[in-house]
Every structure is written in C-alpha cells, then in structure tokens.
C-alpha cells in the first residue's frame, strides 16, 4: 500500500503565499509523475501542476507564473509554492502520485488539505 501525507494548507490574505508538501511512503517502486489538484466548493477537481519523474513540470493556466511545483532530493515529495494568491485560489488541495507498485501502475491520492485566501 501507497499513502500520501500532505501538509502546509492554512488560511492567508490575498496576495500571500503558502508551500504545501506532500511526501509519499509504502510500497513503492518508482514513481512516475506527482502533482497537485484542486477542488473548490460546487466545482470539480482540476489539475494545477504536475511533475514528472524526469523533472518536467507542466501548469494549469491559472496559476502559471505564480505557482511553482518542485520535488525533494529523495524524489517521493513534492511540493507546491503558491505565491500571489488570489482569493479563486481557495480550494482543497489534493497531492496526487502515478506509482509502479507490485500490481502495477496506480494512481494515489491524499486526504487533502485547505487553502482559503481571504480579500
């Protein structure tokens, strides 16, 4: 079993920033890609960032610029620098990871975290 640990949501002011982390544990192989989504209130989930295994990012339109997705050196966390955020931005964040385990490729998800920007 795969589990995903996320940490680093609050509640900040428009224009503000916030990191959130999300580290991966279990039985993993390797790792394909991790990213983040986002779902707010009467919306469904969209992506906002994903990165890949060799380090290739890619963005939703709406936070290029300000959002910027990285990993760590033991390459099983990610983490998501949110700078300028927009009051839109308030979501829950989900951490997301495509993982080559024993029975295959499998997509995991974490629990989710909050981030509510005030105006």
């Known amino acids: 079993q795969v589990q995903l640990v996320e940490s680093g949501g609050g509640l900040v002011q428009a224009g503000g920033s916030l990191r959130l982390s999300c580290a991966a544990s279990?039985?993993?192989?390797?790792?394909?890609?991790m990213g983040w989504y986002r779902q707010a209130p009467g919306k469904q989930r969209e992506l906002v960032g994903i990165?890949?295994?060799?380090?290739?990012?890619n963005y939703a339109d709406s936070v290029k610029g300000r959002f910027t997705i990285s990993r760590g050196n033991a390459k099983n966390t990610v983490y998501l620098q949110m700078n300028s955020l927009k009051p839109e931005d308030t979501a829950v964040y989900y951490c997301?990871?495509?993982?080559?385990?024993?029975?295959?490729?499998?997509?995991?998800w974490g629990q989710g975290t909050q981030v509510t920007v005030s105006s």
């Open positions: 279990g039985s993993i192989l390797s790792i394909n890609s």
């Open positions: 997301n990871a495509k993982v080559l385990v024993v029975m295959g490729l499998r997509d995991y």
């Open positions: 990165i890949t295994s060799g380090d290739t990012t």
